[in-house]
């Protein structure tokens, strides 16, 4: 009975610790802030040239794909790779970023961490099935 609620509370905290939001009270301005921030930091974290892939998602529900050309502090330019042709894109309106910007150490963190997850969740389903 003891190893139960041990293996239950263990898996609560567990729970709580991976599913707990940050709550914000900021404005809806801050909160763009923030993001244009984190979209700032991603695209500088691709660097430019042919090799800085990149696909967006922007505010108007448009796309583009292609490479990051040139990057400043208010915006940055988008080369399509198939016609060869800019677009100017503000921070402030991207919504979604995705390209190749996940270092070799930050993969690395992420599998060990999805290992631990894994260990702790088979020692919870071990300890609740073989019980006293």
């Not at 939001?21 to 500088?44: D, G, W």
Request: proline fraction near 1%; hydrophobic fraction near 45%.
């Amino acid at each position: 009975m003891l190893k139960r609620i041990i293996a239950t509370a263990i898996a609560v905290m567990l729970i709580q610790t991976v599913c707990l939001l940050k709550a914000s009270a900021s404005t809806k301005e801050e909160k763009q802030a923030q993001r244009a921030e984190k979209v700032r930091s991603a695209i500088l974290k691709l660097g430019v040239g042919p090799d800085a892939r990149v696909a967006l998602k922007l505010r108007d529900n448009a796309k583009l794909a292609g490479y990051i050309s040139s990057a400043n502090d208010d915006s940055f330019v988008v080369t399509s790779l198939k016609t060869g042709n800019t677009a100017t894109v503000v921070y402030n309106d991207v919504t979604q970023v995705k390209g190749n910007n996940l270092s070799t150490g930050a993969s690395i963190a992420i599998g060990i961490a999805i290992g631990v997850g894994a260990t702790f969740l088979l020692l919870f389903v071990y300890a609740i099935t073989h019980e006293d």
